[in-house]
Structure formats: structure tokens, C-alpha cells
């Protein structure tokens, strides 16, 4: 899928994460983007990734754990919207999901495995959609999504966190 989605098949939230995608096929940026992250997380030490650059901020694992939560909720949202579904879908409140998170228990290994696991389930997905799929809307949180715009939502919310990896935390993303 090489075609942006336009204003209207996204929530005006989410403006700033589609525009950090680059051109090119969503598909090919999420893999080339799944390999460079599984290897920053797979070279971080356990006290690099349980670093915080303050006390109420989100750890290194936590960070990467976010963005496992967020890319299950995304693409369970994008295969309903694919498939047709037209329930109002809901929103989800990441400070709740970090409150009750199990991130700090995992391993920098185990971190990797289940990110590794969520892209490749999400690039199966993705893979395997027709155009009309793509093309399909929904709602969200009451808002209009497209199929297309939740696959650019995922790429561009994880390049926004990989920026704050770098810029904040000092990984190499």
C-alpha cells in the first residue's frame, strides 16, 4: 500500500504520526522498521533498558512495551475495520495499561520476542488485505479510520516514540 490516507479516514489526533511516515509501501516501512527495533532492543543491557530519564517517566521497557500494547489494540481495530465490522470501536487509555504493565518482569530478550511476534502478526495482516479492504472505514473512538490510516498510525506512532528513545534516552534506535 503506497497511498497516504487523506484527512478525512483519521482522527485529527493522529496527524502527527502520519506525517513522520515517509513515502513508500507501509508494509515494506513496517518490516524494515520491525528489523532495526528488534535489534536496538535485543542490544540493550538490562540496567539501559530499565533507565528512566525521570522519576514519572516511562523506563526503556516500558517505552518498547507501549508500543507492543499500542500495535495489538491498532491492528486488532484495523482487521475489524478491514473485515467490515461497523461497531463503534473504543478508545483505550495508555496511562491505565502503563499503571497495571509487567514490562519491569521481562527480560530485554523476552521484551524482543514479544514485539518480534506482535509485527509479524500485524504484517501478516497487512499482507494479505485486498484494495477494497484497505480502503474500508470505521469508527473509532468516535472518530473516522480507514484500514490504511491505522497501518500509517502504527508506523508513524512508533517512529514518534523511537525519536524519544533517541532524543531522551540515549538509544540507538
Given at each position: 500500500?503506497?497511498?497516504?490516507?487523506?484527512?478525512?479516514?483519521?482522527?485529527?489526533?493522529?496527524?502527527?504520526?502520519?506525517?513522520?511516515?515517509?513515502?513508500?509501501?507501509?508494509?515494506?516501512?513496517l518490516q524494515k522498521q520491525a528489523e532495526r527495533v528488534e535489534?536496538?532492543m535485543r542490544s540493550l543491557s538490562e540496567e539501559k533498558a530499565?533507565?528512566?530519564?525521570?522519576?514519572?517517566?516511562?523506563?526503556?521497557?516500558?517505552?518498547?512495551?507501549?508500543?507492543?500494547?499500542?500495535?495489538?489494540?491498532?491492528?486488532?481495530?484495523?482487521?475489524?475495520?478491514?473485515?467490515?465490522?461497523?461497531?463503534?470501536?473504543?478508545?483505550?487509555?495508555?496511562?491505565?495499561?502503563?499503571?497495571?504493565?509487567?514490562?519491569?518482569?521481562?527480560?530485554?530478550?523476552?521484551?524482543?520476542?514479544?514485539?518480534?511476534?506482535?509485527?509479524?502478526?500485524?504484517?501478516?495482516?497487512?499482507?494479505?488485505?485486498?484494495?477494497?479492504?484497505?480502503?474500508?472505514?470505521?469508527?473509532?473512538?468516535?472518530?473516522?479510520?480507514?484500514?490504511?490510516?491505522?497501518?500509517?498510525?502504527?508506523?508513524?506512532?512508533?517512529?514518534?516514540?523511537?525519536?524519544?528513545?533517541?532524543?531522551?534516552?540515549?538509544?540507538?534506535?
Amino acid at each position: 500500500m503506497n497511498e497516504r490516507p487523506n484527512k478525512e479516514e483519521y482522527a485529527a489526533f493522529y496527524e502527527g504520526y502520519i506525517h513522520l511516515v515517509p513515502e513508500g509501501n507501509v508494509i515494506e516501512l513496517l518490516q524494515k522498521q520491525a528489523e532495526r527495533v528488534e535489534l536496538s532492543m535485543r542490544s540493550l543491557s538490562e540496567e539501559k533498558a530499565n533507565f528512566r530519564y525521570s522519576d514519572e517517566k516511562w523506563s526503556v521497557k516500558e517505552v518498547f512495551g507501549h508500543l507492543i500494547d499500542n500495535e495489538r489494540i491498532m491492528s486488532g481495530r484495523l482487521l475489524r475495520i478491514a473485515r467490515g465490522d461497523k461497531t463503534s470501536l473504543p478508545g483505550y487509555d495508555q496511562d491505565t495499561f502503563m499503571q497495571n504493565n509487567p514490562f519491569k518482569t521481562y527480560t530485554v530478550v523476552d521484551l524482543a520476542e514479544e514485539y518480534a511476534a506482535v509485527r509479524h502478526s500485524t504484517l501478516l495482516l497487512l499482507r494479505r488485505l485486498s484494495p477494497e479492504d484497505w480502503m474500508r472505514t470505521g469508527l473509532v473512538n468516535e472518530y473516522t479510520a480507514s484500514t490504511r490510516s491505522i497501518a500509517y498510525v502504527i508506523t508513524g506512532h512508533e517512529l514518534h516514540h523511537l525519536a524519544i528513545l533517541r532524543d531522551r534516552y540515549n538509544v540507538q534506535t
